[in-house]
């Protein structure tokens, strides 16, 4: 079957996290797979979010891809987002890039390789909700040692055509109490304590984190330098090398205050920070306890910032079978959105990502994916398949 067509099927199957039901997308992929004789495991929770793993002894490579997709509401789309339109260019639709556009990749390339009468010599592994935390998904298959491994492994994520991902930054999500001390509001600033200012305050205090830049090795930094001039051309975004050296951080929600006419007594705020290597989180988080005043922290995700080896197996077979479909200097990168290779560096995968996507729609309305991306990364894959196997194209 064609990738593109493959891959219109799989966006007309709405699987919008929340709620992450991916009972029906799972199905259409199990049944993929079984016509190639390739048998698999569904492993789900009651409320249909599914996951899928293939069952069957396939050496030391996995693929990873996420089925579940950013909400998207109908209005101010050129085409619905739940179509799947094909057209000469593109296929339309939420999920098209990220990352439904990679996991029709991944069937494909699986398809093509079975036709020639070989075993696949890897695992393929779906799963329900890495837009929100993989606590059903990848998390849960680790949890459960339901995945080989540990293995090398390619997330089919977009990336840019001929880089690679190989790491990403950490990230530190901490939701923050601020108490006020109640008066009349017509005696405020004069009488009383905002915990609504008390939470602006700190926002305003916790700016200077981003004016500094951390040291790494020599190595790591030339690997950012690189990376940043990659996704400084590739996203428009001029200021990527602070981005990736520095701590970013986001003030997601602010919900506080009683009445208009009462000084607010209490204001909660949801924050989220992404750490560059060379930040210990520990040193953050005193950081953010001590700006914070009034504000006590009442609950945290963190993670360290990740890295796969440059110059191990999966970077130097993946960055050779795409030199053969691309022209043009190709380099693995870094960047700064989190995805679930952290979860499975944990735990001893070498990981990287690439796929097929237009980087500049992720999330956004309008989001499609290039055919001749689809097409060129389930031929990437394919070389792949074949590098693992021991067998040629």
């Known amino acids: 079957m064609q990738v593109s067509r493959i891959c219109s099927d799989l966006v007309k199957i709405k699987t919008e996290n929340p709620p992450s039901r991916t009972t029906e997308c799972i199905e259409y992929i199990r049944t993929f797979l079984d016509g190639l004789g390739i048998p698999c495991q569904i492993i789900g929770t009651a409320d249909g979010q599914d996951n899928l793993v293939t069952r069957q002894p396939a050496g030391n490579l996995m693929f990873c891809g996420h089925v579940d997709v950013v909400p998207a509401m109908d209005s101010g789309w050129k085409k619905p987002p739940f179509s799947g339109i094909i057209d000469d260019e593109f296929v339309h639709g939420r999920g098209s890039t990220d990352m439904k556009g990679g996991c029709a990749a991944i069937l494909s390339a699986a398809e093509t390789f079975v036709n020639t009468g070989a075993k696949l010599p890897a695992n393929l592994v779906f799963v329900c909700d890495e837009e929100t935390g993989s606590e059903n998904g990848i998390q849960r298959l680790l ?125 909660n705020l949801e924050m989220e920070f992404r750490i560059p290597w060379g930040v ?74 690439y796929g097929p996507g237009e980087l500049t729609l992720l999330h956004a309305i309008d989001e499609r994916v290039r055919i001749e991306s689809l097409e060129k990364a389930a031929e990437i894959y394919g070389r792949i398949l074949h590098q693992y196997a021991g067998t040629t194209v």
């Open 143 to 267: 949890r459960e040692h339901a995945l080989p491994g540990p293995c090398d492994c390619i997330i089919a994520e977009p990336t840019p055509a001929r880089h690679p991902n190989i790491g990403q930054k950490g990230l530190m999500r901490i939701n923050l109490a601020f108490t006020g001390r109640p008066a009349h509001g017509s005696l405020y600033p004069a009488v009383g304590t905002s915990a609504i200012m008390e939470a602006m305050q700190f926002l305003s205090s916790i700016r200077t984190v981003y004016e500094e830049e951390h040291p790494v090795d020599p190595h790591l930094e030339e690997i950012i330098r690189q990376s940043s001039g990659v996704l400084a051309q590739e996203l428009s975004l001029p200021m990527a090398q602070s981005v990736l050296k520095r701590v970013t951080f986001n003030p997601g929600t602010i919900s506080g205050g009683e009445k208009s006419n009462v000084v607010a007594q209490h204001c």
């Open 280 to 353: 210990k989180i520990t040193d953050l988080q005193a950081r953010v306890r001590a700006h914070a005043g009034t504000g006590t922290i009442l609950g945290h995700e963190s993670h360290e910032p990740t890295l796969t080896p440059s110059d191990c197996t999966i970077v130097n077979r993946t960055c050779d079978a795409i030199r053969q479909t691309y022209s043009g200097e190709v380099f693995p990168i870094v960047q700064w959105a989190a995805s679930d290779a952290r979860h499975l560096r944990k735990f001893g995968y070498d990981v990287i990502e």
